[in-house]
Structure formats: C-alpha cells, structure tokens
C-alpha cells in the first residue's frame, strides 16, 4: 500500500536561517507531489507541484523553493525565512487518476 | 486556469440535521475529478468522497452524498445525520485529466468551517 512520509512534524526557526522539509512516497511511482502551505484557519495554498524528477511548477513567487532529487522524493526548502513563512505546509501524492493523500503535515513556526 | 469556489466560510447544524456545502469550480475540461476534504482540528486530510465528471449518479458514501450538476460547474456536499465528529473544515477540490503544461494541478477552494451544535 502507498504511504506518504512528512518530517519533521513540528520546527520552530529564527528569522533568516534556512529550511528543509522533506517528503517521501512508498508504494507508487511516478506520483504527482504537492507542496501546500494553510496558515491558520485558513486554506491550502498551492506552493509547488511536480509531475516527475526535476519537474517543478512554482505557482506563488517567493523565497521558497522546491526540489524532486528522486521520483518519490520532494523537498522544500529556504535560504533565510521569514516571518511570514510560519504555516503548516502539507505534502501531499497523486496519480492521475486518484485522490491526493497527505502527509501529516509540518508546523512551522518563524521566530 | 481552473478555480474552485466555497462561499460559505462558516457553516453550522444541529445534530442529526442535515446540512449541505456548496461548491462551484471554473473549468474548460469536460474530463475531471471533484473531491471533498474533511479537516479535523489534528489538521489530517481526509477524503469524504470522490466524482468522476463522467459519471451522471452522484456519489455516495454512508451519510455523505453530493450533488454534482456538471452544466453548472456545481458540486455540493450534504451531510446527513450530522454528527458531533462531523465538525471539521470542509474543503472541495478539483483535478484535470488532461496533461496542461505543468500536468495535473489539483485545485482546491477556501473550505467551509461546519460547526456541530447539540
């Protein structure tokens, strides 16, 4: 069965430092991924998706970036945070024809 | 592009009622999928149920069931005998069947806040 793998669950990091959030997919291949950022009682922001290694779609310019080194692997990442980046940001899987599946999500926290 | 729309922000029903969530989405595909999301507080995603734009019957699953009008781009979600579990965020979503450029982007709306009273 397919499972998706988010970590870390929580971080809290200065303001300017880098970030690195990684997931990971078992059990399918060549999966869509998703990167999506929810601020508080709010809704998912598509951040960046991918359709295969090397692949990514930015869809909300900012300092963030995203990478796909391996086809079931996705990382998002920063070279200095900012405040406004705090948010809970979810990964998440798809084939062309299902449902996404989620990770369990990492809350960050800009300090 | 295609959008999805949640007008509702907040929704409330008393337990055992039956509510419904609406949906609109934009889209110039006549070949997709619509999803609904639940988000409990522990903030996991979880799939309510799921409609083939090429299916006519609308789905259904247990005490969950939409109503999907593909003419008008409309794809309610109605709750029946709600129950105090039920009360989470609520979000619809879309996704393409035809490869566009970037591929397969799936969609989602602002979501709906149902609320559970007793």
């Known amino acids: 069965s397919q499972t998706i793998h988010q970590w870390p669950a929580t971080l809290v990091q200065p303001v300017g430092s880098p970030l690195s959030l990684e997931c990971t997919v078992e059990?399918?291949?060549?999966?869509?991924l998703y990167w999506y950022r929810q601020a508080a009682g709010r809704g998912l922001q598509l951040l960046f998706y991918s359709v295969g290694i090397g692949q990514i779609s930015s869809e909300v310019p900012q300092n963030l970036s995203a990478s796909r080194p391996q086809d079931r692997q996705f990382i998002l990442s920063s070279k200095k945070l900012l405040l406004s980046d705090s948010g809970f940001y979810l990964c998440?899987?798809?084939?062309?024809?299902?449902?996404?599946?989620f990770g369990q999500g990492t809350r960050l926290t800009v300090v | 592009a295609q959008t999805v729309t949640q007008s509702q922000p907040e929704m409330s029903v008393q337990e055992a009622e039956t509510v419904t969530l609406s949906c609109t989405y934009d889209?110039?595909?006549?070949?997709?999928?619509l999803f609904w999301y639940k988000q409990p507080p522990s903030r996991q995603m979880i799939l309510v149920i799921r409609q083939e734009a090429y299916k006519q019957q609308n789905a259904t699953e247990n005490r969950f069931s939409v109503n999907f009008q593909k003419a008008a781009k409309s794809f309610s979600l109605k709750i029946s005998d709600s129950q105090l579990g039920d009360a989470a965020m609520y979000f619809c979503a879309y996704v393409g069947l035809i490869l566009t450029g970037g591929g397969n982007k799936l969609t989602f709306g602002t979501g709906t806040q149902l609320k559970v009273e007793l």
């Open positions: 889209t110039s595909e006549s070949d997709y999928y």
């Open positions: 059990g399918t291949s060549n999966p869509n």
């Open positions: 998440a899987w798809s084939s062309v024809t299902t449902e996404a599946f």
